[in-house]
Every structure is written in structure tokens, then in C-alpha cells.
Nanobody, 122 residues
Framework: QVQLVESGGGLVQAGGSLRLSCAAS????????MGWYRQAPGRQRELVAS???????TYADSVRGRFTISRDNAKNTVYLQMNSLKPEDTAVYYC????????????????WGQGTQVTVSS
């Protein structure tokens, strides 16, 4: 099995910064794309940022220029540096990974973390 464990959420004032981390562990052969999604109350889950194994990145328009996604392939870990936070960034942030597991051939499965709360006060 594969587990994704997030950390780094919390309460911060508007204009502040937080850094989220997500470590993948288990029977991992290779991880393709890793990403961060968020879901605010009453809203659908949305993509915040993603990064491929070749370090190509994608950002939602609402966070571009404020958030930075990065990864450490040796540690199977993805990070999200969030700067200039706004109250509208308040949400539960979920880590996602596209994982090829050991012994299952050329097959990738989608895995999610349990989520970490980010609250930005005005």
C-alpha cells in the first residue's frame, strides 16, 4: 500500500506564510505527478498546484506568483510554499500523487492524503 502524510497546516494572519509538506511511503516504484488540491466549505475540491517528476509545474490562477510547489524525488516528498496568504486561501489542503507501485507492472494509481487545515485570518 501507499500512504501520503501531510503536515504544516495551521492558522496564520493575512499576508503571512505557511509551508506544507507531504511525504509518500509504502511499496513505491516511482511517482509521476504530485500535487496539492484544496477544498473550502461548500465548494468543490480544486487544483492548487502540481509538479511532474521532471519538475514541470502548473498553478491555479488564484495562487500563481504567491505559491511555489517543489519536490524531492529521493524523499518522495512534495512541498507547497504559500506566501502572501489571503482569507480566501482558507481550506483543507490535500496532497495527491500518481504512483507506480512495486510489482504491479506499468500501472499508476491515484493516492490522496488525509488533508491539512489552512486558516487565514483577516
Amino acid at each position: 500500500q501507499v500512504q501520503l502524510v501531510e503536515s504544516g497546516g495551521g492558522l496564520v494572519q493575512a499576508g503571512g506564510s505557511l509551508r506544507l509538506s507531504c511525504a509518500a511511503s509504502g511499496s513505491i516504484f516511482r511517482i509521476n505527478t504530485m500535487g496539492w488540491y484544496r477544498q473550502a466549505p461548500g465548494r468543490q475540491r480544486e487544483l492548487v498546484a502540481s509538479i511532474t517528476s521532471a519538475y514541470s509545474t502548473t498553478y491555479a490562477d488564484s495562487v500563481r506568483g504567491r505559491f511555489t510547489i517543489s519536490r524531492d524525488n529521493a524523499k518522495n516528498t512534495v512541498y507547497l510554499q504559500m506566501n502572501s496568504l489571503k482569507p480566501e486561501d482558507t481550506a483543507v489542503y490535500y496532497c495527491n500523487a500518481d504512483v507506480r507501485r512495486l510489482g504491479l507492472g506499468y500501472r499508476y494509481d491515484d493516492y490522496w492524503g488525509q488533508g491539512t487545515q489552512v486558516t487565514v485570518s483577516s
